[in-house]
T-cell receptor, first 105, second 114 residues
């Protein structure tokens, strides 16, 4: 199975944009890239997904590299409620380590 | 909007006892997934069902079994409980098992084995 690599933790100031990277160098041509986040004491929550083109929704944007070996989740203005563990997932059944995002007021 | 419902939310059991966790998917979702999340760990996929048939199997111990019923709700049965089974158990549902489909997670059941 293709694996993902994410930084263990990141920190952002409130109201600033946040770029959360994910490496997936062994991604297959049919693997979608999904992002979920898990707030403290809650179940994971869907954020966004894409295949090749960049994607935008009300929560975030997803920038996918042309070779698809990496992607970046972009939160345009971090709020305190965005503090969570963010998971980049290829096959939707396999959660990796994720990035713990801290947001500083 | 209706979400995934899990019951009970909290469960305390003794070692070697059995436990049954229930999951009620979002209406019209026919695919259910079970995950286990130990303290400080990431969610680990256990098993999934599509149209009442097992569709995928992950790291589910042999002591655990699960099924999906005709109304699409699912139950995770856990026997001979061990201390290491203490964890959050999440259920998720989706419209179908396609890898493109979004999974919607329930609030989880916190199982404590004493």
């Amino acid at each position: 199975d293709a694996k993902t690599t994410q930084p263990n933790s990141m920190e952002s100031n409130e109201e600033e944009p946040v770029h959360l990277p994910c490496n997936h160098s062994t991604i297959s041509g049919t693997d979608y890239i999904h992002w979920y986040r898990q707030l403290p004491s809650q179940g994971p929550e869907y954020v966004i997904h894409g295949l090749t083109s960049n994607v935008n929704n009300r929560m975030a944007s997803l920038a996918i590299a042309e070779d698809r070996k990496s992607s970046t989740l972009i939160l345009h203005r971090a709020t305190l409620r965005d503090a969570a563990v963010y998971y980049c997932i290829l096959a939707s059944l396999v959660f990796g380590k994720g990035t713990r995002l801290s947001v500083i007021a | 909007a209706a979400g995934v419902i899990q019951s009970p939310r909290h469960l305390i059991k003794e070692k070697r006892e059995t436990a049954t966790l229930k999951c009620y998917p979002i209406p019209r979702h026919d695919t259910v997934y079970w995950y286990q999340q130990g303290p400080g760990q990431d969610p680990q996929f256990l098993i999934s069902f599509y149209e009442k048939m097992q569709s995928d199997k992950g790291s589910i111990p042999d002591r655990f079994s699960a099924q999906q019923f005709s109304d699409y709700h699912s139950e995770l049965n856990m026997s001979s409980l061990e201390l290491g089974d203490s964890a959050l158990y999440f259920c998720a549902s989706s419209l179908n098992p396609s890898s493109t489909d979004t999974q919607y997670f329930g609030p989880g059941t916190r199982l404590t084995v004493l």
